[in-house]
């Protein structure tokens, strides 16, 4: 099974400051899709970052960035400068090259202290 | 950018109602559109992907007699809940991939919060 790995349900960080939420998946395939997704209370789906497998080089969005791993299957999301908006639900979520569909992990519970 | 609506937002009615849950792409094309269901405090379990113009493609458990869907234009996908319970109660999302965009991710609409008294 393709499964995707959330280990922290919940994690906390004070505003202004550095927080990584952890991702590992499981996959056969050398090709593939990595997602970070961020659900506000809103429950709208946003994107916040992705990453192609097959590229080395770790993707970042602003104060969004990703440690890539492929031989660990590990896709760390690091979050600088946490704002209180950060403040939210983060999915991991994967696909295949050959498929549209996403598997999502359980999702981490991120709160920003003031 | 793109934009997937999502209709209605929230639905409450009784046992035994059907319920029809609307998602359009406003300003792309999608030939394939993806629906989700969430429980409360749990992550997104893929239902069916639906094809435009054709049936679609349901996940294990997923009954599809129960939850129908229809593509029928490049815009639109319907998810119809018939004779709806309790159990059904939910937050159904849906999302859209843009036709020829190859690996671009897709777009989600904002859910639909389904409560079946």
């Known amino acids: 099974a393709q499964t995707v790995t959330q280990s922290q349900p919940e994690m906390s960080v004070q505003e202004a400051e550095t927080v990584t939420l952890s991702c590992t998946y499981d996959t056969s395939e050398s090709d593939y899709y990595l997602f970070w997704y961020k659900q506000p209370p809103s429950r709208q789906m946003i994107l916040v970052i992705r990453?192609?497998?097959?590229?080395?080089q770790n993707a970042t969005e602003n104060r969004f960035s990703v440690n890539f791993q492929k031989a660990a299957k590990s896709f760390s999301l690091k979050i600088s400068d946490s704002q209180l908006g950060d403040a939210a639900m983060y999915f991991c979520a994967r696909r295949g090259a050959g498929s549209y569909q996403l598997t999502f992990g359980k999702g981490t519970k991120l709160s920003v202290i003031p | 950018g793109a934009v997937v609506s999502q209709h209605p937002s929230r639905v409450i009615c009784k046992s035994g109602t059907s319920v029809k849950i609307e998602c359009r792409s406003l300003d792309f094309q999608a030939t394939t559109m993806f629906w989700y269901r969430q429980f409360p405090k749990q992550s997104l379990m893929l239902m069916a992907t639906s094809n435009e113009g054709s049936k679609a493609t349901y996940e294990q458990g997923v009954e599809k007699d129960k939850f129908l869907i229809n593509h029928a234009s490049l815009t639109l996908s319907t998810l119809t809940v018939t004779s709806a319970h309790p159990e059904d109660s939910s937050f159904y999302i849906c999302?859209?991939?843009?036709?020829?965009?190859?690996?671009?991710?897709?777009?989600f609409g904002d859910g639909t919060r389904l409560s079946i008294l």
């Open positions: 999302s859209a991939r843009q036709t020829g965009t190859g690996n671009q991710p897709q777009h």
């Open positions: 990453q192609e497998a097959y590229k080395q």
